[in-house]
């Protein structure tokens, strides 16, 4: 009885993580380029505006590229699995940054701002189900994750997150994403337009990510280097 049990309990937990990889299919398909807004406000409702363009290829590739404000414009960001770099114009080579550092400042870091698949860096360890949505508990795959743990409130209707709850590997919640505004933005990609995040160490900010555009496209590999970090405008033409 004990071995069925355990047997169950796999194969169930084998269902999550391809839960989990239709959630990220839902978000943003495989090969894509999008365009997103990120605003941080501050306590006294001050804001600043970011608009960024970003091209992703399969589950460890992202390039961004800083529209605006003038004074980010042609900054660029690399991530390659946990690595990530960043470039400015006419100070020389790219920089590596962080995942739990924000080049933007506010509450959002660059692991948010560059968000890969999150099946590339989190197993399902456990999971629960209402009659409209599913809770699922993620453990980082390895130490250079962003965070340690994830608790996923996913709409069983749309399949993607309604809430993320992020933990550090001590047990303290380090941020809350919200998920809302659900919009179809292609063929296929119907997903939540704005995500709101806030965080017990930022008391009284908040910073809000807006998508504009997520549209399927194909990338060579090439686009993905350090050497072509500089180029990513050329990727939107």
Same mark, same amino acid.
């Given at each position: 009885?004990?071995?069925?049990?355990?047997?169950?309990?796999?194969?169930?937990?084998?269902?999550?993580?391809?839960?989990?990889?239709?959630?990220?299919?839902?978000?943003?398909?495989? !090969?894509?380029?999008?365009?997103?807004?990120?605003?941080?406000?501050?306590?006294?409702?001050?804001?600043?505006?970011?608009?960024?363009?970003?091209?992703?290829?399969?589950?460890?590739?992202?390039?961004?590229?800083?529209?605006?404000?003038?004074?980010?414009?042609?900054?660029?960001?690399?991530?390659?699995?946990?690595?990530?770099?960043?470039?400015?114009?006419?100070?020389?080579?790219?920089?590596?940054?962080?995942?739990?550092?924000?080049?933007?400042?506010?509450?959002?870091?660059?692991?948010?701002?560059?968000?890969?698949?999150?099946?590339?860096?989190?197993?399902?360890?456990?999971?629960?189900?209402?009659? !409209?949505?599913?809770?699922?508990?993620?453990?980082?795959?390895?130490?250079?994750?962003?965070?340690?743990?994830?608790?996923?409130?996913?709409?069983?209707? !749309?399949?993607?997150?309604?809430?993320?709850?992020?933990?550090?590997?001590?047990?303290?919640?380090?941020?809350?994403?919200?998920?809302?505004?659900?919009?179809?933005?292609?063929?296929?990609?119907?997903?939540?337009?704005?995500?709101?995040?806030?965080?017990?160490?930022?008391?009284?900010?908040?910073?809000?990510?807006?998508?504009?555009?997520?549209?399927?496209?194909?990338?060579?590999?090439?686009?993905?280097?350090?050497?072509?970090?500089?180029?990513?405008?050329?990727?939107?033409?």
């Amino acid at each position: 009885m004990k071995n069925l049990l355990v047997l169950l309990a796999t194969l169930s937990l084998l269902g999550a993580n391809d839960l989990l990889e239709k959630i990220d299919r839902n978000l943003q398909p495989t !090969s894509s380029e999008s365009y997103k807004k990120l605003v941080n406000i501050e306590p006294d409702g001050s804001k600043k505006t970011f608009l960024l363009y970003q091209a992703k290829k399969g589950k460890e590739k992202m390039v961004s590229l800083f529209l605006e404000p003038e004074s980010e414009k042609g900054r660029a960001t690399l991530r390659l699995g946990d690595n990530m770099w960043l470039y400015i114009p006419n100070v020389g080579k790219p920089i590596r940054i962080a995942s739990m550092q924000s080049v933007v400042g506010g509450v959002f870091n660059n692991s948010d701002i560059m968000r890969l698949d999150f099946s590339a860096e989190y197993k399902v360890t456990g999971q629960k189900e209402s009659s !409209s949505e599913y809770t699922l508990t993620l453990k980082a795959k390895n130490d250079s994750v962003a965070y340690d743990k994830l608790i996923m409130t996913v709409d069983k209707k !749309s399949v993607t997150p309604k809430k993320v709850v992020c933990y550090a590997s001590t047990g303290m919640v380090i941020k809350t994403l919200t998920y809302k505004n659900i919009k179809k933005f292609a063929p296929g990609i119907v997903r939540p337009a704005v995500v709101e995040t806030v965080s017990p160490f930022y008391k009284g900010y908040k910073s809000i990510m807006v998508y504009g555009k997520i549209t399927p496209k194909s990338f060579a590999n090439e686009v993905f280097t350090l050497d072509n970090i500089s180029q990513v405008g050329t990727l939107r033409r």
